[in-house]
């Protein structure tokens, strides 16, 4: 069926309709990984976004259960340039189109997904429609009419309603070796050293899952849980994950932040840091058009240490509105704009990127070793 993109500046874009048939509407965006789109379309951090994928064939390898980084997709619409007609991957238990239409998501293919890119990079991230009912001028006016990003509240509709114990597979996949003597697609969990809690704000399993890899049993609270609650349990660490949104709208949860700060060790990711940056007393901005893939550099001020990141955000922290008593330890090679904070005084670090990647690549995965080793150091 045909299928319009229409962006609310009146650029349109025609194309083929897969996964589900209707109207959707959210703030479009980018992401540059070669491959991962079933962790990307499973992120909460997607929520109330639809997703370009600059990657020209997207579908090659299918859907499985294991890959999955939430337990539902949280994205509003997919466009890619063209979907495999016939997956093939030995994991695989369903197909894209199937698995879209499944859950009721809007896919559009056949789109210059290039000239789109490149528009978005030049006029910046804006609300969009993709709907198969709708003509190209009224498809215009419903992403004018959609809500903004700015000031949208999407934590409360991902966050978990109740605190749990994470307890699902959180062993490490690999290749079996004979020679090793490795005969397991999962490698052996080491026992669990650290005990803490993670904010869910929209938590990747992948993220729960290396934690459990370094040592972490984690209990998972949700958004609104208090300080004081989270006090009660005496954890040895406290965990602000990532998530969908603008940072900025989450006065409820930056004062519970500023209560725990100098308590326990925390380790903040992505919406972790930039609600760091709230509590600290700093603000945040939005980004032009964000910064979505795995091929971020990052760099290091303290060691010189250049890494590739994996990210997923659209705001950044301000470094001018930072305390003195707040460094910035980490920025972006490409714009500049922070990747990473730390207190000088209290056992507080978070970064912007994502170091269990899930996709992309793993040159950050040590922070989560530097969390263990700094709750070691504090016990």
């Known amino acids: 069926m045909k299928a319009i993109l229409a962006l609310e500046d009146g650029r349109t874009f025609e194309g083929i ?3 589900a048939i209707g109207t959707v509407t959210g703030e479009i965006c980018f992401n540059t990984s070669m491959s991962g789109y079933q962790e990307v379309i499973t992120d909460p951090s997607y929520r109330g976004q639809i997703v370009t994928m600059t990657y020209p064939e997207i579908g090659n390898y299918g859907i499985n259960d294991l890959d999955n980084e939430s337990a539902q997709p949280h994205i509003r619409g997919f466009v890619i340039g063209q979907l495999c007609q016939a997956p093939s991957n030995w994991r695989a238990t369903s197909s894209l189109q199937d698995y879209l239409a499944e859950h009721r998501i809007l896919g559009i293919e056949d789109i210059d997904t290039r000239a789109l890119t490149k528009h978005l990079r030049s006029c910046g991230a804006m609300r969009s429609c993709i709907s198969t009912d709708l003509s190209a001028a009224e498809a215009i006016v419903a992403a004018q009419k959609s ?7 999407f934590v409360k509709e991902v966050s ?7 307890e699902a ?8 070796n004979t020679c090793t003597g490795q005969a397991s697609n999962f490698l052996d969990l080491p026992p669990a050293q650290h005990r803490i809690v993670a904010f869910d704000f929209g938590i990747k399993y992948n993220i729960l899952r290396r934690l459990r890899q370094a040592g972490f049993e984690v209990e998972v609270l949700p958004a609104r849980a208090s300080a004081a609650d989270v006090l009660s349990r005496n954890p040895d660490g406290i965990f602000l994950s990532n998530g969908p949104g603008d ?6 949860i930056h004062e519970q932040m500023r209560q725990l700060i100098g308590k326990k060790p925390i380790f903040g990711i992505c919406l972790g840091n930039q609600i760091l940056g709230h509590a600290f007393g700093g603000k945040t901005f939005k980004l032009k058009f964000g910064h979505r893939g795995g091929n971020q550099p990052v760099k290091d001020l303290r060691s010189g240490r250049i890494s590739i990141t994996s990210q997923n955000h659209g705001f950044a922290v301000d470094p ?60």
């Open 169 to 176: 597979e959180s062993r490490e996949w690999t290749i079996p």
């Open 147 to 153: 809500p903004e990003m700015a000031g949208s509240d």
């Open 247 to 252: 940072p900025a709208a989450l006065g409820y």
């Open 320 to 379: 001018d509105s930072l305390p003195s008593n707040v460094e910035v330890t980490h920025i972006n090679l490409n714009d500049d704009t922070v990747e990473g904070i730390r207190h000088k005084e209290h056992p507080v670090f978070s970064v912007q990127y994502h170091p269990e990647a899930a996709p992309g690549p793993n040159d950050a995965s040590y922070f989560f070793r530097e969390f263990a080793d700094m709750i070691a150091q504090c016990k």
């Open 17 to 19: 309709s897969f996964g």
């Open 160 to 166: 978990t309603e109740n605190p749990y114990l994470w």
